[in-house]
């Protein structure tokens, strides 16, 4: 999403598009959270190999994706700032 498109939301949609990445943060962090905890388990049950790390790779493209999140927060904010809703 754009800068011009957040122009384009109204008030209440960009209130909502804010809640909405701040829930997917949460789950972000748990997915995360798990996945590391699985490579845990495994290095501890089996040792190193392929599918020890494997969780690993879809944290890197959870986090990068919320990396992507944090931006479009950004742009939000300062949206919300603009229009004196924060």
């Known amino acids: 999403m754009e800068s011009e498109n957040l122009t384009e939301l109204s008030d209440q949609e960009l209130l909502q598009k804010i809640k909405k990445i701040q829930t997917n943060k949460i789950i972000d962090a ?14 501890v049950e089996n040792g190193f190999g392929f599918f020890t790390f494997f969780p690993l790779i879809l944290a890197y493209l959870i986090a990068r994706n919320s990396t992507n999140n944090k931006i479009l927060e950004k742009e939000m904010q300062k949206e919300l700032k603009s229009r004196h809703l924060k």
Do not use: D, H, L, W
């Open 30 to 43: 748990t997915f995360i959270g798990f996945t590391i905890g699985i490579v845990i388990y495994s290095a």
